[in-house]
């Protein structure tokens, strides 16, 4: 029997294998990974057999139309946003659209609205609500870290801090302020989830549009953009995006 040269056993190893590491290979290029920071009713975190909020909801279904797997990680925001900058992780869960962020995020198409304005106990009147100056002279509560916190602070609002939309509620209820100045989704949620309901009145001030956004630095930024705006098109047009959101209402 006449025995081959080693190097074409090795060779031949070679093809056997090959294969399997370019289909590994094209599988990590589809995965995605994303960092969330809790945000109720959009994004949950540890929500255990409950609903994983109307953000996460819409990314699980866009990726699975795309074929991409997706793994997302729940960080506090200022982290978030400095690891997708950094290139570290692909994108953020959901986010607001500023001019200084174009140097380092691509937007999807609008994920949704936000809307901003203020809860006022049953006893308090707000005459003219047409800018944060006008709460001047009301006790008001914000979430620390949120944006509309430091829209208070900027135009020179004294505003009390609270950690999370509960201890905005609890400020309220308790008559320890005449108003919270907060994100009208995440306050009713978290109203809806309370054993005590009061009852508050609730005043538009803007609503914004946000947006999946990526890091510019992911070498898959563009084919990613690319598969979320088809998503987005594809779940708004067979009705998937709006039984989302009507499930979270």
């Known amino acids: 029997m006449k025995l081959l040269p080693k190097h074409v056993f090795a060779i031949a190893s070679l093809i056997l294998i090959f294969p399997v590491v370019k289909k590994s290979i094209a599988a990590e290029n589809q995965q995605v990974t994303m960092a969330c920071s809790s945000f109720p009713p959009y994004k949950i975190e540890n929500p255990g057999i409950g609903p994983k909020g109307i953000d996460v909801d819409i990314m699980l279904e866009i990726f699975s139309l795309a074929g991409r797997d997706v793994e997302y990680t729940f960080y506090p925001w200022q982290r978030a946003l400095k690891l997708v900058q950094q290139g570290k992780v692909d994108g953020l869960c959901g986010c607001s659209y500023h001019p200084a962020r174009d140097k380092d995020f691509l937007f999807s198409d609008i994920l949704g609205y936000h809307s901003q304005g203020v809860f006022l106990s049953e006893d308090v009147t707000l005459q003219k609500f047409d800018s944060v100056l006008d709460l001047k002279g009301l006790s008001v509560a914000s979430v620390r870290g949120y944006t509309v916190h430091k829209e208070l602070i900027d ?95």
């Open 155 to 249: 135009n020179g609002i004294n505003a009390y801090e609270a950690s999370d939309d509960n201890e905005l509620l609890a400020l309220l209820e308790n008559k320890r302020v005449d108003a919270i100045y907060s994100y009208r989704d995440s306050v009713l949620f978290a109203l809806a989830n309370r054993e005590k309901k009061g009852a508050v009145t609730y005043k538009e001030l803007v609503s914004h549009p946000y947006y999946f956004c990526f890091s510019k630095k992911s070498e898959k930024v563009q084919s990613i953009i690319n598969d979320v705006n088809r998503g987005l098109r594809t779940i708004r047009h067979n009705g998937t995006y709006e039984k989302i959101r009507k499930k979270y209402q």
